[in-house]
């Protein structure tokens, strides 16, 4: 078996890491989406940002596989198409640009976009009154670019979506649609780039135990707390992460 940097981390490394991306899962099953924001920082912490994407985004491939087939029938093209071509545009500009900055700069970057995210996520209500069919444009190119290069996108588009003001269904649809093309034109980009190795793949795969684990718990959680509004302790562990990995 091809060794992974993962691997070469001390134990305690280890624990700790799979605790917090226990906690990322915990996170996805619970709000449905973010987990990348916890996992791509932790993982940075402790291999290279470019590895700790290519990683993070490979964990996206089952949930991805998981909820497509039942959703895509829902989907609406005319909302979905203008991102997606907008996609095949930026998501391999992000990913170059992944491969083109040394790894200290790198991380500032991830750890920057996480608390950009977080303050999308936190204003998304008075954000969302801003996006219009034209935006739309915008907000996916500015996705695809963030997704190619730190794994993290879908709280921007996720708020354009939702900012369309179409039916539940609909919306998830999109949204699920949306980050399938992603991780799509991702593993297209870090394919060509070189950047999916057999290193990258056993990673994720050993990734997958801890964060799957915290996605079924979530979903429990979820299940018995929805009523507790858990989003500011989810959004402070996210920026108390992100500025630890920002000031290693």
């Known amino acids: 078996m ?5 691997m070469n981390a001390p134990t305690c490394v280890l624990l700790l890491l799979g605790l917090f991306l226990f906690l990322a899962g915990i996170l996805r099953g619970f709000n449905g989406f973010g987990s990348s924001l916890l996992s791509v920082p932790v993982l940075s912490f402790v291999i290279d940002p470019a590895q700790a994407v290519v990683i993070a985004t490979l964990t996206e491939i089952p949930v991805v596989l998981l909820l497509l087939p039942s959703v895509i029938r829902h989907a609406n093209a005319a909302t979905t198409m203008p991102m997606v071509l907008t996609f095949v545009i930026f998501v391999p500009i992000g990913a170059f640009a992944l491969t083109s900055i040394d790894p200290t700069p790198m991380k500032i970057a991830l750890c920057l976009f996480v608390l950009i995210m ?15 069919r034209k935006t739309l444009v915008a907000a996916g190119a500015f996705a695809g670019f963030s997704q190619g290069l730190t794994a993290i996108a879908s709280p921007i588009f996720a708020t354009a979506i939702i900012a369309r003001g179409e039916d539940i269904q609909t919306t998830r649809a999109n949204i699920i649609a949306l980050a399938a093309a992603l991780i799509a034109l991702s593993l297209i980009s870090f394919g060509s780039l070189g950047l999916l190795t057999s290193q990258a793949i056993i990673a994720a795969v050993l990734v997958l135990i801890p964060l799957s684990l915290g ?3 979530g979903q429990n959680l979820f299940k018995r707390a929805s009523h507790f509004n858990l989003r500011p302790l989810f959004m402070g562990l996210v920026a108390l992460t992100a500025l630890s990995t920002l000031s290693q």
Request: charged share 15%; net charge negative.
């Open 2 to 6: 091809p060794d992974t940097p993962l």
């Open 118 to 132: 977080l303050g999308i996520l936190a204003k998304q209500d008075h954000i969302a009154t801003f996006f219009n």
């Open 215 to 217: 996605v079924f718990c």
